[in-house]
Nanobody, 121 residues
Framework: QVELVESGGGLVQPGGSLRLSCVVSGFTLDYYAIGWFRQVPGKEREGVSCISGSPSKQWYADSVKGRFTISRDNRKKTVYLQMNSLNPEDTAVYYC??????????????WGQGTQVTVSS
């Protein structure tokens, strides 16, 4: 069973930083890519970042490029999303998902429960 558990969300001021974690089980990080997605009410869930491959490759949405950094620790089976220079537009529920590939189209084979990120002064 593919399982993913996110953590690290919270309330942060504009310009602040958060580090999200996604702990995976049921597969290795070489088997599926891990994507970070976010969703706000009334909008479609959108891809934020993705990491895949060995050696790994990283992808970022234009809206977060230069501010967010995705990384992985294969030993800990954890994928991280370091989010810097956060702005209110980053407010969303963030989900990690095991995906077939980093790119579109792709299929998500498992989701985490989501973690709320709120950027507000």
């Amino acid at each position: 069973q593919v399982e993913l558990v996110e953590s690290g969300g919270g309330l942060v001021q504009p310009g602040g930083s958060l580090r999200l974690s996604c702990v995976v089980s049921g597969f290795t990080l070489d088997y599926y890519a891990i994507g970070w997605f976010r969703q706000v009410p009334g909008k479609e869930r959108e891809g934020v970042s993705c990491i895949s491959g060995s050696p790994s490759k990283q992808w970022y949405a234009d809206s977060v490029k230069g501010r967010f950094t995705i990384s992985r620790d294969n030993r800990k089976k954890t994928v991280y999303l370091q989010m810097n220079s956060l702005n209110p537009e980053d407010t969303a529920v963030y989900y990690c998902g095991a995906v077939v590939q980093c790119g579109t189209p792709t299929s998500v084979v498992g989701w985490g429960q989501g973690t709320q990120v709120t950027v507000s002064s």
